[in-house]
């Protein structure tokens, strides 16, 4: 198995300088929670030369007043960059990365002036190569625990052949990204995978008055950032989370799937399955399979060939559809998820997550009608060692 681990290093402002990166959020909201998901020295979250080695991919939060400063302070070996191209990514309105493309030989160094200051921007190499056809599973993970994580990948090479995996690992406190490779090396069928450390903050959502704004901006980031390098040339990507395992209605893999989809993708609708009782959760995700006497629908997700049209035009903007502003002028789905695809079902699995509490099931609501589904438990031992 080829498995390693990197770190996006990326570009910050140190915090003496006087420069920031502003929001759009007005000024009266911005409360401690806003603070939270508000990096606002963050210029760049990784650079990674791109697979034919003639120039660099540069993945960022929205840049919004710091774009002029890196667009006039780039340097590459010291001199302005030429071929300087910049791409918006956008959800619900609102913008959620940029990512910025330019030309420059291997070897050279990259920096950014900025006031009499000047920031060296690190560089790595391409993933491209090492999953050039694969069938590959990409998620962002915070401390799930190492045995879901290894359930979640060998269902999914059990249901439908994945055979690479990309997880970032974003500032988890209860293991090291080291136990993270050792677990995914146990799982048969792995050809490829990678763990890589994101040290950034991860985002979330602003309520407001008549809006809400989104500010998911790092998995947006991530989403375009694996699109261009790590998955660039993948068969299909699957985008879900620990606690989704995607069940197969017939024997048709979810990656053959969207490569047969004409819009490049697919979406994949969800329902929340339980284990018997409140008490047993947390648990891993072989123990849900108990449901309601009706269905508690989850948002979907999706999987997509990364060199489908829309995929390439407006990014993978959102964790529920990989279509953008271009799906919406061409085939009028706006930012909405296509209709899921009836032969696959995301069992979304409630007590395999580390947000759960006691108090997080009884807000929501614990079904008192719960059956043991023996279809469900058949295709869950998938998951099992």
Same mark, same amino acid.
């Given at each position: 198995?080829?498995?390693?681990?990197?770190?996006?290093?990326?570009?910050?402002? &140190? +915090? /003496?300088? =006087?420069?920031?990166?502003? $929001?759009?959020?007005?000024?009266?909201?911005? %409360? +401690?929670?806003?603070?939270?998901?508000?990096?606002?020295?963050?210029?760049?979250?990784?650079?990674?030369?791109?697979?034919?080695?003639?120039?660099?991919?540069?993945?960022?939060? #929205?840049?919004?007043?710091?774009?002029?400063?890196?667009?006039?302070?780039?340097?590459?070996?010291?001199?302005? &960059?030429?071929?300087?191209?910049?791409?918006?990514?956008?959800?619900?309105?609102?913008?959620?990365?940029?990512?910025? !493309?330019?030309?420059?030989?291997?070897?050279?160094?990259?920096?950014?002036?900025?006031? %009499?200051? +000047?920031?060296?921007?690190?560089?790595?190499?391409? +993933?491209?190569?090492?999953?050039?056809?694969?069938? @590959?599973?990409?998620?962002?993970?915070?401390?799930?625990?190492?045995?879901?994580?290894?359930?979640?990948?060998?269902?999914?090479?059990?249901?439908?052949?994945?055979?690479?995996?990309?997880?970032?690992?974003?500032?988890?406190?209860?293991?090291?990204?080291?136990?993270?490779?050792?677990?995914?090396?146990?799982?048969?069928?792995?050809?490829?995978?990678?763990?890589?450390?994101?040290?950034?903050?991860?985002?979330? %959502?602003?309520?407001? #008055?008549?809006?809400?704004?989104?500010?998911?901006?790092?998995?947006?980031?991530?989403?375009?950032?694996?699109?261009?390098?790590?998955?660039?040339?993948?068969?299909?990507?699957?985008?879900?989370?620990?606690?989704?395992?995607?069940?197969?209605?017939?024997?048709? $893999?979810?990656?053959?799937?969207? *490569?047969?989809?004409?819009?490049?993708?697919?979406? !994949?609708?969800?329902?929340?399955?339980? =284990?018997?009782?409140?008490?047993?959760?947390?648990?891993?995700?072989?123990? /849900?399979?108990?449901?309601?006497?009706?269905?508690?629908?989850?948002?979907?997700?999706? *999987?997509?060939? &990364?060199?489908?049209?829309?995929?390439?035009?407006?990014?993978?903007?959102?964790?529920?559809?990989?279509?953008?502003?271009?799906?919406?002028?061409?085939?009028?789905?706006?930012?909405?998820?296509?209709?899921? /695809?009836?032969?696959?079902?995301?069992? /979304?699995?409630?007590?395999? $997550?580390?947000?759960?509490? &006691?108090?997080?099931?009884?807000?929501?609501?614990?079904?008192?009608? @719960?059956?043991?589904? #023996?279809?469900?438990?058949?295709?869950?031992?998938?998951?099992?060692?």
């Amino acid at each position: 198995m080829d498995i390693a681990k990197f770190t996006l290093r990326g570009m910050v402002i &140190p +915090e /003496h300088l =006087p420069f920031r990166r502003e $929001s759009t959020i007005p000024e009266r909201y911005r %409360d +401690e929670r806003f603070h939270l998901l508000h990096e606002d020295r963050v210029v760049v979250y990784d650079a990674v030369r791109s697979a034919d080695g003639q120039g660099l991919i540069l993945t960022c939060p #929205p840049l919004y007043n710091l774009w002029p400063a890196l667009r006039d302070g780039l340097r590459v070996d010291g001199k302005r &960059p030429s071929g300087l191209r910049r791409h918006r990514i956008f959800r619900g309105g609102n913008q959620q990365s940029d990512q910025i !493309i330019l030309r420059a030989p291997e070897g050279a160094g990259i920096t950014m002036l900025i006031g %009499d200051h +000047e920031l060296v921007l690190p560089v790595r190499a391409s +993933e491209t190569d090492a999953f050039r056809g694969r069938r @590959l599973l990409m998620t962002i993970s915070r401390n799930n625990d190492l045995d879901w994580i290894t359930e979640w990948v060998r269902f999914h090479v059990r249901a439908h052949g994945a055979d690479a995996v990309v997880l970032y690992d974003n500032n988890s406190d209860h293991y090291r990204p080291d136990d993270i490779v050792a677990s995914l090396a146990s799982v048969e069928g792995l050809a490829v995978a990678r763990v890589v450390e994101t040290p950034f903050a991860y985002g979330g %959502d602003l309520e407001m #008055p008549n809006r809400r704004n989104f500010a998911f901006r790092l998995q947006t980031a991530i989403f375009n950032l694996t699109r261009r390098d790590i998955a660039a040339e993948a068969r299909a990507v699957l985008n879900c989370d620990i606690d989704e395992l995607v069940i197969p209605k017939t024997q048709q $893999s979810v990656f053959d799937a969207a *490569c047969r989809a004409a819009l490049g993708g697919i979406t !994949i609708g969800g329902i929340w399955v339980f =284990p018997a009782t409140l008490d047993a959760a947390p648990c891993a995700q072989h123990h /849900h399979v108990w449901r309601p006497a009706a269905d508690w629908r989850s948002a979907p997700k999706w *999987c997509a060939r &990364p060199s489908g049209i829309f995929s390439r035009l407006d990014g993978w903007n959102g964790p529920h559809a990989f279509g953008g502003r271009w799906m919406k002028w061409t085939v009028g789905l706006g930012e909405k998820a296509p209709p899921p /695809h009836p032969g696959f079902q995301m069992a /979304h699995c409630k007590g395999a $997550s580390t947000a759960w509490k &006691p108090g997080r099931f009884i807000q929501s609501g614990f079904p008192k009608d @719960l059956t043991r589904d #023996p279809d469900l438990e058949r295709v869950l031992n998938l998951a099992r060692p």
